[in-house]
């Protein structure tokens, strides 16, 4: 059973940076796509960040140049790094784990960037 679990959110300024961590557990983690999601209530969830497993990543047009993904693979862990918070980052950001059968999601996180 995959579990991923994320931590690092919280409240920020405007201008500032939080990191996000999710570490995964129950499947070699290595092998698989590693992304970050994020929600507004009463929207669908939106990719922010994909990493391959090769370590290659892509980014939403909202936070590329602002956000950096990036994983370890010794601790089972991905990163985002987000950086030039705008208040319209106040959401609640998951991380996934895609096996390419199933995609597996966290709990989610809160971020809330004050202006």
């Known amino acids: 059973q995959v579990q991923l679990v994320e931590s690092g959110g919280g409240l920020a300024q405007a201008g500032g940076s939080l990191r996000l961590s999710c570490t995964a557990s129950?499947?070699?983690?290595?092998?698989?796509?590693m992304a970050w999601f994020r929600q507004a209530p009463g929207k669908e969830r939106d990719m922010v960040a994909i990493i391959t497993s090769g370590g290659y990543a892509t980014y939403a047009d909202s936070v590329k140049g602002r956000f950096i993904i990036s994983r370890d693979n010794a601790k089972n862990t991905v990163y985002l790094q987000m950086n030039s918070l705008k208040p319209e980052d106040t959401v609640v950001y998951y991380c996934?784990?895609?096996?390419?059968?199933?995609?597996?999601w966290g709990q989610g996180t809160q971020v809330t960037v004050s202006s």
């Open positions: 129950g499947r070699a983690f290595s092998s698989y796509n």
């Open positions: 996934t784990l895609d096996t390419y059968n199933t995609v597996y």
